[in-house]
Nanobody, 115 residues
Framework: QVQLVESGGGLVQPGGSLRLSCAAS????????MGWFRQAPGKQRELVAS???????NYGDSVKGRFTISTDNAKNTVNLQMNSLKPEDTAVYYC?????????WGQGTQVTVSS
């Protein structure tokens, strides 16, 4: 059973930064792709950033230039550095892993951007 555990969410003021981390129960090399999605109240879940085991990286248009996805292979984590946060970034952020046996989600972590 694949487990993904997110951490690092919280309350931050506009313009601030947060770093999210997703710890995987298996080597991240075993996944085809890993990424971060988010869902705000009343909205559909959307892509924030993703990375493949081949090194391709993709960002949602609204976060390009502000967010950076990275992996730590030794710790089996995928991280999301979020800078210049805006109130519209407020959402529950989910880690997702795409493997050969299916798609796996973490439980989510709340990010609130507010003054």
């Amino acid at each position: 059973q694949v487990q993904l555990v997110e951490s690092g969410g919280g309350l931050v003021q506009p313009g601030g930064s947060l770093r999210l981390s997703c710890a995987a129960s298996a080597s991240i090399f075993s996944y085809i792709a890993m990424g971060w999605f988010r869902q705000a109240p009343g909205k559909q879940r959307e892509l924030v950033a993703s990375t493949t085991n081949g090194g391709s990286v993709n960002y949602g248009d609204s976060v390009k230039g502000r967010f950076t996805i990275s992996t730590d292979n030794a710790k089996n984590t995928v991280n999301l550095q979020m800078n210049s946060l805006k109130p519209e970034d407020t959402a529950v952020y989910y880690c997702r892993a795409l493997g050969s046996t299916g798609i796996f989600w973490g439980q989510g972590t709340q990010v609130t951007v507010s003054s």
